[in-house]
């Protein structure tokens, strides 16, 4: 079945550490996101790609960087510099930007300790 | 730049009880708009989505949204609540045209009594 695959299911950090979340996708979409989601916040904007080796900043990308080298995968790096990172973090997919995220991954727990 | 607010943080209902969740968004021209379900712990499903034409739209799982420019609402309708529909849902407005990036509500946590 195609679907989009994100792991770990839960990560724990420790303070200054970089680390690095992975999306996969087998649906043959152009357009992948990576979303943040606290408690009574929505979704937040982090990075989105339209084709590989593109990749544009959403609202909130200050502490984190991607990667667009295959169409199927979109890794999110959570770096050193992201002053809060503990947070749900949600990737997408969609075959392509216009139409808005059509698929959700199941998400991965980030927990700094 | 679009918003959108979803003013009720929790909804509950009784199973078999009709549901009406509210979206109101702001945005200029005509928008794009989107609703969302999330189960706990869980990834975002897309219910419906609404680009252009008809405005009743109809979703899966029994879900449909009707948007109503003037009031620039896209509420959320289900006709008969049941307990598995207790979940997170979000509304999502985008802009029409390019390569827009929906804006997410803060979403509705929808508690279902048996």
């Known amino acids: 079945d195609g679907g989009i695959t994100q792991s770990p299911k839960y990560l724990f950090r420790k303070e200054g550490q970089n680390v690095t979340l992975s999306c996969e996708q087998n649906l043959n979409h152009d357009a992948m996101y990576w979303y943040r989601q606290d408690p009574g916040q929505g979704l937040r904007l982090i990075y989105y790609?339209?084709?590989?080796?593109?990749?544009q900043k959403g609202d909130i990308a200050e502490g984190y960087s991607v990667s667009r080298e295959k169409k199927e995968s979109f890794p999110l790096t959570v770096t050193s510099a992201q002053k809060n990172p503990t947070a749900f973090y949600l990737c997408?997919?969609?075959?392509?930007?216009?139409?808005?995220?059509?698929?959700f991954g199941q998400g991965t727990r980030l927990t700094v300790v | 730049a679009q918003s959108v607010t979803q003013p009720d943080i929790h909804i509950t209902v009784s199973e078999g009880a009709s549901l009406e969740l509210r979206c109101n968004y702001s945005y200029g021209a005509t928008p794009y708009l989107f609703w969302y379900v999330q189960s706990p712990g869980q990834g975002l499903q897309l219910l419906l989505k609404y680009f252009s034409g008809d405005t009743l739209v109809q979703g899966i799982k029994g879900f449909e949204a009707e948007f109503k420019r003037s009031q620039s609402s896209f509420n959320l309708r289900k006709p008969s609540v049941h307990w598995s529909d207790a979940a997170e849902y979000f509304c999502a407005v985008g802009a029409v045209g390019g390569s827009y990036i929906p804006t997410f509500g803060r979403g509705t946590s929808l508690i279902v009594h048996p």
């Open positions: 790609s339209q084709i590989v080796n593109d990749f």
């Open positions: 997408a997919s969609s075959p392509k930007t216009g139409t808005g995220p059509a698929f």
